[in-house]
């Protein structure tokens, strides 16, 4: 039986070189008519959008699967860098509308010479001071829960 | 992409005893192993109430279980909540991939009807 491989529920960490200016890539983030034409997985259609691009100010997207199902995802942003960073909270709504967990979306936006560079990182804390007070310790203690989990991964299922 | 059938209210308590720092630590401490609460209480600077607190909170969200049979009642940690934390996150990881996916064709449409655009 093959390893079941188990992410340690810390972080979400993607990055992306977009072939285009910085100020482009910062733009399709926070203005909401960029926003609705690549936000969502493929097939998704955005029909509700909204973005108060200040600290404190909130967004929201209201999407429709291909199945026809409404999914609502809303936050509110923490911390606006043009066109450096961004900072917000994102929680996702059930079916039923029952807001899941808040996490906190930091994006960087590095200028590559025509090129950006993009990192997103997405974690389980509600504020940026938590999760920067706690990172360090956080790492390390899920470090070992990989390799716990990793040696018991077989006995979950 | 479908919601996953998972209950928020169980994410949320997960979640809720993964955000403190001490209730890291003891999970980290359990995850080489078992260990009664005195055992537990060693690294910090806290009372054993205050430890037998923490562990509530854990033991309520199902992160550890708390030996029956022992009279010191070891406290083993359990992977279940935090396996279905990890697949939650990893939605959200899905869920971004294939908008870059969509974002990058976006700026490359961009880019060709405005080839000013940005700087």
Request: hydrophobic share 40%.
């Amino acid at each position: 039986m093959a390893a079941e491989t188990v992410t340690v529920p810390a972080e979400v960490v993607i990055r992306r070189i977009f072939d285009a200016p910085r100020r482009l890539v910062f733009d399709a983030w926070t203005d909401p008519e960029h926003l609705a034409r690549w936000w969502g997985p493929q097939g998704f259609a955005i029909i509700d959008c909204k973005a108060e691009v200040r600290p404190g100010g909130v967004w929201h997207r209201t999407m429709r699967s291909p199945e026809g199902n409404v999914i609502r995802k809303h936050g509110v942003y923490r911390e606006i860098v043009a066109p450096e960073r961004l900072v917000f909270t994102y929680v996702s709504d059930d079916a039923e509308g029952n807001p899941g967990p808040p996490t906190l979306v930091t994006v960087t936006f590095a200028d590559g010479g025509g090129k950006t560079r993009l990192t997103l990182r997405q974690t389980l804390f509600e504020s940026a001071t938590a999760r920067d007070a706690h990172h360090v310790g956080w790492t390390s203690c899920l470090e070992r829960f990989a390799e716990y989990l990793a040696k018991r991964a077989v006995d979950i299922r | 992409m479908v919601i996953r059938e998972m209950s928020p209210d169980r994410l949320s308590t997960t979640y809720a005893a993964l955000a403190d720092p001490t209730r890291r630590a003891i999970l980290a401490r359990l995850a080489s192993g078992e260990a009664s609460v005195t055992e537990l209480a060693e690294p910090f600077d806290m009372s054993l109430p205050a430890v037998s607190k923490h562990l509530k909170v854990l033991e309520r969200a199902g992160l550890i279980t708390r030996g029956r049979r022992a009279q010191w009642r070891p406290c083993q940690l359990d992977p279940g909540p935090l396996k279905d934390a990890a697949d939650w996150l990893e939605h959200y990881r899905c869920f971004w991939e294939e908008s870059f996916a969509r974002l990058d064709e976006y700026l490359g449409e961009l880019q060709t009807e405005n080839p000013k655009d940005g700087g």
